[in-house]
């Protein structure tokens, strides 16, 4: 079932929706597009996408775990740990919101992150369709279909009115919420408004670009001399690690603050020399080793535990970001056999 607002202003539905739950949506800054909590003024981006992705209200930067206080022999324990009230992410599209399904693959499988998973049951998602992908979009590589984006509810602007299509429980508990806003909305513009999304995706310059099943060429892929070429140029400066919506990796540390002990968890990221270093050595030497690493996580091992699931989505961040303009897509054309019709 699909509805439609009932001829109200996307910010009358903005308002309305704060006014039960946190919302948070895509608005734009001065350095791009990114989710702020909604509050009376804030518009809707403009841009496709936001610089930082949304895997952010799940595992933020840095989350404070707990505090250590030292009192004479006694070490006061403090958990940090904060109620999550439910709330509202308005405006993610069907790259991160299949991000989400790679994480919760990390998060919420045999040893469940109780911060992740509190915050992913108080939040119900809101996408949105993206009817004007860019240049350097890429999901449907990985199956990812743009013009139906997933979450619990499917949004889409067609000519400024707003379509809502609840796909799960908590999808049809916001739409029962906000009912009286809402008429029954036609189905044939939604269809025809998928129809449109995919057209102009398969004119997109990596339309036809195609992951190779790496799972059985592990060894050959790990061996290949690719990879001392196309890591040349990298900076390891981790900037495609930190805008992927995919990347999990993250370093547990304890601040002294002269008082007590702080214990957080931050991203950590699988380019920096100090990744993973142990009292011994660091696994990986070379940046080149490091490189290889990242790309072999997304497009090899990760598949090969996660029944064929790239942990990459095609968001295209990485193609923006890196400041030498390595990317993904350059390892996928080399490395293994990568399909490109184009
Ligand atoms: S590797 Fe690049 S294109 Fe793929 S999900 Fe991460 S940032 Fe997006
Ligand atoms: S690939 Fe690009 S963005 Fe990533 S670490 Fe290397 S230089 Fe930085």
Known sequence: MTYKLNGIQLNEFFARVASDKKLYLPVDTENGARFEEWTEGKTLSSKLNTVRSA??????????????????????????????KDFVVFGVRACDAAAFAVLDRVFLSEH????YAEKRNA???ITLACSNPEETCFCSSFGIDASAPGGDVEARLVEDALYLSPLTEKGEAFVESIKDLLVSADDAVVEADKALIKAKIAKLPLASLKPADLRDKQLETFESEAWAELSQSCLGCGSCTFVCPTCQCYDIRDFDTGHEVKRFRCWDSCMYSDFTLMAAENPRHTQPERFRQRFMHKLVYFPMNNDGVYGCVGCGRCLKKCPVSLNIVKVMKRIGGVKNEQ
Request: hydrophobic share 45%.
């Open 123 to 125: 939040a119900t998602v």
């Open 112 to 115: 469940v992150d109780s911060f």
């Open 55 to 84: 895997k952010d209200f799940f595992f933020p930067q840095v989350q404070g775990i707990v505090d250590f206080k030292l009192e004479g022999k006694n070490i006061e324990v403090i958990d940090r740990r904060e109620e999550v």
